[in-house]
């Protein structure tokens, strides 16, 4: 999966001197979230963004000034102005920005390697020093807690590395980038932490119609993809050239080895069930229907959704409650009818689960109309 650090270390196999700015706190309404970045490229072809507008003009400004003088320094981007026909960019909030130049080969090197093995890793960055710690400011250091040793690099802090480490690794656990603070004899520092936190993973079983705009869509929102099918003719490269991997082969089989492999079905794996036939999804239902994946959706009529719980019921004897975490109807009702639109609704609810949103599925009617049937039968079997 492409990420900002890919697109870094192909600017500086170029030998493009470029500098990075990442946000590094924020308060109020701001157009970016903490730990987003931006490459700024000397010739004016920036990487990624940090909000645009003025805020923006000032970073970029600030990074060519990093990129001539070789020193980093902080941007505060106040966006609480009051808002007017010449006002720009005002959001309401305050923002403030690391900028400096680029990761040392060698730690470019570690971060990317746990990103694309999908391990856990941080990137420590001392974004303010004072006192004998000064010397410090703009060190960095690749915490991969899975591996041995686990720090690549060297802050220069000293003692306070040990506690550093075990604060950095809260944060990598609890997956949320934090900006530490230290007071010490010696001085004060501040560490921001940046999660690299695993790209989720979309697999669409079935390779027909919708699963084409639906690969494009969820590349284009940053998960990667692979998409699975029985057959070659639909299941091939070429069909979906955005997708990371795609596979052809009997449905239930490949996504057992789909589990065994890297990336595996974790908390970070969305399942999407689109085949050409219910029986497919019934069947790929089951093979994934216990796994610790984020969301499993399955596409389907209401009408069919509660035939197939029911039967599963009947005939395989599966629990009630086990349907209850899955997503069918598949997608948020925002009208859908082609299969551009369909692919939307699904992204759409895929992403309300990542992100903890609160609209409700089209699968949220069945859902309590099942839980509701179940709190009726329990007092009556009591």
Known sequence: MSTIYHRLKDLLDQGLPVAMATITQARGSVPREVGAKMIVHPYGQHVGT???GCGEA????????????????????DLTDDISMQSLGVCGGVMSLFVEQPLEPALL???????????PAALLTVTAAEGALAPARGRHAVLRPEQEPSLVGDLG???LTGQLLQDAGQAIQAKEHRLLGYETEDGSVQVFVEVQARPPHLIIV???HIAVPLAAVAKIA????????DRPQY????RFPTADRVVAGPFREELARLRQGRPTFDSDTYIVLVTRGHQHDVACLLEVLDDPVAYIGMIGSQRRIRAVYELLEREQGIPAEKFDRIHAPVGLDIGAITPAEISVAIMAEVINVRRGGRTPGL?????????ARRRRVAPAQG
Do not use: K, N, Y
């Open 50 to 52: 940090v909000g645009g």
């Open 58 to 77: 000032d970073v970029i400004r600030a990074g060519l000034d990093t990129i001539q003088e070789g020193e980093p320094r902080t941007v505060h981007v």
């Open 109 to 119: 090197e570690a971060l990317l390697e746990a990103i694309d093995r999908r391990e």
């Open 157 to 159: 802090l000293g003692d």
């Open 206 to 208: 079935g390779a027909g």
């Open 222 to 229: 940053d998960f990667q993809v692979t998409v699975l099918d």
């Open 235 to 238: 299941a091939h490269p070429g």
């Open 363 to 371: 699968s949220q009617r069945i859902r309590e109309e099942r839980q």
